[in-house]
Every structure is written in C-alpha cells, then in structure tokens.
C-alpha cells in the first residue's frame, strides 16, 4: 500500500515544489475554449473496489474552462448544486500536462491536499481525460472527460 501511495504523493510534491515560468505553460488555443470536463468515475480508498459511476456517484460535478481562462466548478449532491470560480492555467511539467486551478476564495469543492486555494489535475497523453490528484493523500479518486 505504501508503494501505492508513494508515486502520487511525488507527483504531488514536484507540483508544490515547482515553479511555473511562461516556458512551462502550454499556449493558449482560442479554438478549444470553451471546454467542459464532466466527472464520470469516482473510486474511494478501499482496494480492489470498482469505480462508481453515473447517478450512482455521491455527486455529480464538472468544470467549465472559458476562454478567458476563467472556471466554474458545478457539483450537484442530491439536486443541491454548488458553485466554484476562480482561473486556471496548463502546466507543462517533466511527467505530464496538468490543469492548474486557483479558486477566488475558500470553498469545500476545493479537492487538494492542503488547505490553499488551488487544485490540481492530471491530463492524459491524448488530453480528452483528466484525474484530481486529491486522491494521493486519500481524497476520492475523481476522473473526468472532456464532453464533446
């Protein structure tokens, strides 16, 4: 289980640690904006489990990225919906892409492991999947796909 667990905190360790310079960033394309990732899988801390899907997750959440490099978190728990803004960034670091968010004030749809305003999340190599890196320190795994 250590093994697990060690992997995703140096993900998260070289994230906290680095800095980003305009070099790192990844540049703005107009064309993919505005862009909505919706969560679509959910694991919790227990091994071996399978992901949790659909109306059968706690909640139902996405992000919206607009072209001004503005977000709005959406999650909606049991018709209860709840709102999050802030900016984003891309980040471009040695293992992968990230999505960087900073939010504009505190807010428990803030999923990271500290209590600072940002969250991050891991794109995948074809960049149409995105994984919260809240997971790393027993946050619930979260996993997102860009919706068409």
Known sequence: MKKLLFIPLTIIFLISCSESTESELIPFNSKLFPQQWRLVAMTGSIANMPPITGRKMSW?????LNTNKTFVKSRDTNGNVSLATGTYTFLMLSDGT?????????????????????????????????????????????FYERKQ
């Open 98 to 142: 990230y999505l960087e968010l900073t939010y504009i004030s505190e807010n428990n749809l803030i999923g990271n492991c500290n209590s600072d305003l940002k969250e991050i999340l891991r794109l995948n190599d074809s960049q149409d999947k995105l994984t919260a890196t809240w997971w790393a320190c027993d946050g619930p795994g979260l």
């Open 60 to 64: 139902q959440e996405s992000y919206t």
